[in-house]
């Protein structure tokens, strides 16, 4: 790498807290730091998600991009190159160890996916070639297949069979391209695998066809020696009006149906998760108790605008929270935290891609500790055990062992007076969990 890129960013470094004011330091985030018997690196696995920081323009719906990048006024397959060479730039004063990409982030289509592959294969080479100059892995690598209008009905879910070939073909090409730069993960986020209206749509065909995708994609990640983590990423809506993979419950449901939780798990995003109405702690918790957490897009969204901002994370409480979860799970395995996230659109300077990955990253790594200190005292582990000790014991444990039926319970309960069933109820005391949790937050990080 000859040119520079950033010449007004160093490298990041980690400068504690000291100082209130944010600036090019990490406040938390102290990579190599040994906290809860892992460092801090290995429980989070930063990546960054090649799409939003070199790809991203800060378009939206309403107006034309604001972004100012050193590679503005480039094209082609010139673009794509001059992105590798800053990525790696990036990616090293970050101080990150992961990034992630979709397979038309890196590399512009030609007329046919021949072509196409062919201009996607000349850019990984790049990626192996920087890898082994830098030691930087890919947490995963996914398939876009919703931008190009011929995804305008679905591609696995499609109605048009030649389209469900192309899908397939495109993620042949995506897992071989897995392998060959190491991915951990290979991830499927179904943009448009979802309906606009019941109207025209067979759901139970296109859901079926869903999952013979999903089972040959597998077969093939076998057939070639694959070992990376096969993963599913829940999105209610936006573009379509409904998908399939609605949230972490719904997508685990599909899984179970075609036979497919046993070989892939779930990678979650926080604004997902608000979209489909549920809080991130919820999606991750479903997840986790399901024995299918596989990975997590950390982003946030503003509650109170029904689609997807991709804002880097900052709340405290939800990444506390969204912590706790990877904690009770021991870490995230093979997954890790990608910031599918972007700048706001007026943090238009290349400045501010460096000041929105370092509050995403401070913000999750004072999660980790506050998390890892609730766990260690048990905060919420001691006030749940002894909220449901009534099973531990008696009739309880005769309900969780199977040893009752619905005519012992009518005898236990039949005469048993209403003040005797209330003197058995506790108070849930939300109010003093919370207030207990903002003190873990404030003393932990003071």
């Known amino acids: 790498m000859t040119k520079t890129y950033f010449p007004n960013v160093n490298k990041i470094p980690f400068v504690g807290t000291g100082d209130l004011k944010s600036g090019f330091g990490y406040h938390y985030y102290d990579a190599d730091k040994v906290v809860g018997g892992k460092k801090m690196r290995d429980w989070m696995r930063f990546s960054v998600a090649y799409w939003h920081t070199f790809g991203q323009q800060l378009d939206d719906i309403f107006g034309a991009g604001t972004a100012i990048r050193p590679w503005n006024g480039l094209t082609g397959m010139d673009l794509a190159k001059a992105r590798v060479e800053a990525s790696f730039e990036f990616y090293d004063k970050m101080g990150v160890d992961f990034f992630c990409f979709h397979d038309r982030d890196v590399a512009p289509e030609g007329d046919t996916l021949r072509e196409t592959n062919k201009n996607l294969d000349e850019i990984t080479d790049m990626f192996v070639e920087y890898q082994k100059q830098t030691g930087m892995k890919v947490l995963w690598n996914t398939a876009n297949m919703f931008t190009n209008p011929r995804f305008v009905s679905g591609a696995a879910s499609s109605p048009f069979a030649d389209i469900f070939a192309y899908a397939a073909a495109q993620v042949k090409e995506g897992l071989d391209t897995a392998k060959k730069v190491g991915s951990s993960n290979y991830v499927f986020w179904g943009g448009r695998e979802g309906y606009e209206s019941l109207l025209n749509t067979d759901m139970k065909r296109e859901q079926e066809h869903l999952a013979k995708f999903f089972h040959m994609a597998a077969d093939y990640a076998k057939e070639i020696g694959y070992e990376g983590q096969l993963l599913l990423e829940p999105k209610p809506k936006e573009p379509m ?14 899984m179970k149906t ?16 608000n979209l489909a109405g549920h809080s991130y702690q919820h999606e991750i918790r479903t997840a986790r108790e399901a024995g299918l957490l596989g990975s997590l897009d950390a982003n946030q969204g503003d509650k109170l605008i029904g689609w997807d901002l991709d ?3 900052s709340d405290l409480y939800e990444a506390t929270l969204a912590m706790y979860e990877v904690v009770e799970n021991g870490g995230l395995g093979k997954g890790g935290l990608n910031f599918d996230a972007k700048p706001r659109r007026s943090s238009f300077t290349p400045e501010d891609m460096f000041y929105a990955h370092i509050v995403g990253m401070d913000t999750f790594s004072a999660g ?3 998390a890892l200190r609730l766990k260690e005292d048990k905060v919420f582990e001691n006030f749940v055990a002894d909220r449901y000790s009534s099973y531990d014991a008696g009739l309880g444990a005769d309900i969780e062992a199977g040893k009752v ?6 005898d236990y309960a039949i005469d048993k ?3 005797v069933l209330l003197a058995a109820t506790k108070s849930g005391r939300i109010e003093e969990l919370k207030d207990t949790l903002n003190h873990y937050i ?3 990080l003071k």
């Not at 009006?241 to 599909?254: N, V």
């Not at 075609?258 to 998760?273: M, Q």
Request: proline share 4%; glycine share 6%; net charge negative.
């Open 405 to 410: 039926d619905f005519k012992t319970l009518n």
């Open 417 to 419: 007076p209403q003040s």
């Open 368 to 370: 980790l500790l506050v």
């Open 311 to 313: 804002e880097f994370p």
């Open 241 to 254: 009006m409904h998908q399939y993979d609605f949230d972490a419950a719904t997508t685990i449901a599909f």
């Open 258 to 273: 075609y036979g497919l939780d046993g070989t892939y798990k779930l990678n979650l995003e926080g604004n997902h998760a």
């Open 442 to 444: 404030i003393d932990t």
